[in-house]
């Protein structure tokens, strides 16, 4: 598998993008969690890496999205983003992802990583956007990994996403591939899907179109269409991660989870504080999911550190999960993350009622489950768990 994953490496992606990944994405990402640690030694909190969702605008009206594209746009200015970049560069975090709603409709999109060469880009797009020039853009920084939102072969992609989706967006990957760009897949697992996504079949057919990752999410029945019948059961939980220990000795891409550590503990990365959420409006938010906030980027002059630092309620968030679960309390705890959300009189940024429909949600089992652990078996894999993975060394 690592011969053949190393020659797709090769032949499949222009070796300077490949070069521009490994010390922008993997080296200087080492370097983000080194001074991460430090800074959890001196009990400061910031994370080593950013989530900058650019607008709320979407061109798609997928089942079980949290966004609300539908009332008023919201969008990060560039004068905000290039402000919240130069402030984690002083905490040497170097690596942003890029999201929404449909990131490409931001008008200022691939001007970002133009504008910050000595940072890495992931932008997460539903792939209807890659026509040429913004390709050859792509390519031309080198800075960019696109990680396109694709949730099953044509029929499931689109029942969640809508009709003539799936096609749209193999065109996008077409383009990719065909500019040698190092691109992902990102796949959302649910309840239906399970069994084609985490399938030999449907990680050879990204293979053979391009993508050198593939990073499953889990489904959370959030926001307006919350579908829970797209919830992931306890069972179906233990068989993905029997699956994923399968594949990944099998294919020669990145496997990608957030979900566990190399022991097979579950892990929430907004309980560890390896990354926080930046919403349309400049608010601080735990995780894209949860779109609640006390503070804004704008808040103590702008001093970024300093509101992320001093912030009640991300550390009284990091202490309400800890005490709970490993996992996720959107799924696990939502009535008592619906009153935590209350008592701190945090504003709900949603665009909708999201604490109603927080409290009014059902209870149930996540990737915590305690004592059904499965630790990685193969010494790849758990050395990329403890050293590059998600949080470049935050899960070891």
Same mark, same amino acid.
């Given at each position: 598998m690592l011969a053949k994953l190393a020659y797709r490496l090769a032949t499949e992606v222009s070796p300077r993008l490949a070069m521009k990944a490994g010390y922008l994405w993997a080296y200087k990402g080492m370097g983000a969690i080194r001074a991460y640690r430090r800074r959890v030694r001196r009990g400061e909190l910031f994370p080593p890496f950013l989530f900058f969702a650019l607008t709320n605008a979407c061109n798609l009206q997928c089942h079980g999205c949290w966004i609300d594209s539908r009332g008023e746009t919201?969008? *990060?200015?560039?004068?905000? =983003?290039?402000?919240?970049?130069?402030?984690?560069?002083?905490?040497?975090?170097?690596? /942003?992802?890029? #999201?929404?709603?449909?990131?490409?409709?931001?008008?200022?999109? *691939?001007?970002?990583?133009?504008?910050?060469?000595?940072? /890495?880009?992931? !932008? !997460?797009?539903?792939?209807?956007? %890659?026509?040429? $020039?913004?390709?050859?853009? !792509?390519?031309?920084?080198?800075? &960019?990994?696109? +990680? =396109?939102?694709?949730?099953? #072969? $044509?029929?499931?992609?689109?029942?969640?996403?809508?009709?003539?989706?799936?096609?749209?967006?193999?065109?996008? +990957?077409?383009?990719?591939?065909?500019r040698k760009i190092l691109f992902g897949v990102a796949t959302t697992v649910t309840g239906e899907n399970l069994d084609e996504v985490v399938?030999?079949?449907? &990680?050879? $057919? %990204? !293979?053979?179109?391009?993508?050198?990752?593939?990073?499953?999410? &889990? %489904?959370?029945? &959030?926001?307006?269409?919350?579908?829970?019948?797209?919830? =992931?059961?306890?069972?179906?939980?233990? $068989? %993905?991660?029997?699956?994923?220990?399968?594949l990944r000795r099998r294919h020669p891409i990145i496997l990608i989870d957030t979900y566990w550590n190399a022991a097979g503990e579950a892990v929430c990365p907004a309980a560890r504080g390896l990354g926080f959420h930046i919403g349309p409006q400049g608010s601080i938010e735990p995780c894209p999911p949860l779109s609640f906030a006390r503070e804004t980027i704008r808040d103590h002059g702008g001093d970024l550190f300093r509101t992320i630092n001093e912030s009640e309620f991300l550390r009284g968030f990091q202490e309400f999960v800890n005490q709970r679960t490993r996992g996720c309390v959107i799924l696990e705890h939502p009535e008592e993350l619906a009153e935590y959300l209350r008592r701190m009189s945090a504003t709900d940024y949603s665009g909708r009622d999201a604490l109603s429909e927080i409290a009014a949600s059902t209870a149930r089992s996540s990737h915590h489950l305690p004592g059904e652990e499965m630790p990685e078996d193969y010494w790849f894999y758990r050395l990329l768990k403890r050293q590059l993975f998600f949080g470049m060394g935050g899960y070891g």
């Open positions: 919201h969008r *990060l200015s560039d004068a905000d =983003v290039d402000a919240m970049i130069a402030q984690g560069k002083r905490q040497r975090a170097h690596f /942003y992802t890029l #999201l929404g709603g449909e990131p490409m409709l931001h008008p200022s999109v *691939l001007d970002i990583p133009e504008r910050h060469p000595d940072c /890495y880009f992931q !932008i !997460i797009t539903n792939g209807m956007f %890659f026509d040429k $020039e913004n390709v050859d853009r !792509i390519r031309a920084a080198g800075n &960019v990994t696109p +990680l =396109v939102s694709i949730d099953g #072969l $044509e029929r499931a992609n689109d029942d969640r996403r809508g009709r003539g989706v799936f096609q749209s967006a193999m065109r996008g +990957l077409t383009r990719l591939r065909e399938s030999d079949a449907y &990680v050879r $057919e %990204f !293979i053979a179109r391009g993508a050198m990752y593939l990073w499953y999410y &889990v %489904f959370r029945p &959030v926001g307006a269409d919350p579908s829970p019948r797209l919830c =992931v059961s306890p069972q179906q939980m233990l $068989e %993905f991660r029997r699956r994923l220990l399968w």
